[in-house]
T-cell receptor
Framework: DGGITQSPKYLFRKEGQNVTLSCEQN?????MYWYRQDPGQGLRLIYY???????QKGDIAEGYSVSREKKESFPLTVTSAQKNPTAFYLC???????????FGSGTRLTVV | AQSVTQLGSHVSVSEGALVLLRCNYS??????LFWYVQYPNQGLQLLLK??????LVKGINGFEAEFKKSETSFHLTKPSAHMSDAAEYFC?????????????FGTGTQLKVEL
């Protein structure tokens, strides 16, 4: 079955460490997105990519980086520059213009 | 730029009662509108969407929503709440042909269903 897979589901990071969250889709969708979710704040856009080898900053890109070397993959790196990284991270893909997103099941990152 | 406002961050209903979750949008052109549901520690699942055509849209799990241009609203309803409907609901908007296809989400409404 086609879908979008995020791994790991839970991730613990020590302060000062970089960590990479995986997002893979086999839906042949062109666009992919990363959102951060905090209680009471809804979804905030971190980065997005419309096509391979191209991506744009969202509303809260500082302290994060991404790559889009393959259509299927859009990994997110949370760097040590992100001061408050503990959150629930959601990856999504979109088949084309003005269609809804398909979401992964999320990764909960906790800084310890 | 488009925006979405969800009135009421928490809504509580009795089992069997009507569910009404409110969503108002702002857009300079006719928008595309979406409702998503999220269960704890999971991703979002599409409930229904409005793009063009019939303004009353039916979705999964017995939910429906009506696009009202004059009121800039897209409220979500269900005639009879079930315990399994307890979740967080998000309204979202996108603008045809613009905005890079991105969806803009509301801040969510937590639905509680009581016996």
């Amino acid at each position: 079955d086609g879908g979008i897979t995020q791994s790991p589901k839970y991730l613990f990071r020590k302060e000062g460490q970089n960590v990479t969250l995986s997002c893979e889709q086999n839906l042949n969708h062109d666009a992919m997105y990363w959102y951060r979710q905090d209680p009471g704040q809804g979804l905030r856009l971190i980065y997005y990519s419309q096509i391979v080898n191209d991506f744009q900053k969202g509303d809260i890109a500082e302290g994060y980086s991404v790559s889009r070397e393959k259509k299927e993959s859009f990994p997110l790196t949370v760097t040590s520059a992100q001061k408050n990284p503990t959150a629930f991270y959601l990856c999504a893909s979109q088949p084309g213009q003005n269609n809804g997103y398909t979401f992964g099941s999320g990764t909960r990152l906790t800084v310890v | 730029a488009q925006s979405v406002t969800q009135l009421g961050s928490h809504v509580s209903v009795s089992e069997g009662a009507l569910v009404l979750l409110r969503c108002n949008y702002s857009s300079s052109v006719p928008p595309y509108l979406f409702w998503y549901v999220q269960y704890p520690n999971q991703g979002l699942q599409l409930l229904l969407k409005y793009t063009t055509g019939a303004t009353l849209v039916k979705g999964i799990n017995g939910f429906e929503a009506e696009f009202k241009k004059s009121e800039t609203s897209f409220h979500l309803t269900k005639p009879s709440a079930h315990m399994s409907d307890a979740a967080e609901y998000f309204c979202a908007v996108s603008v045809p042909g613009g905005g890079g296809n991105k969806l803009t989400f509301g801040t969510g409404t937590q639905l509680k269903v009581e016996l």
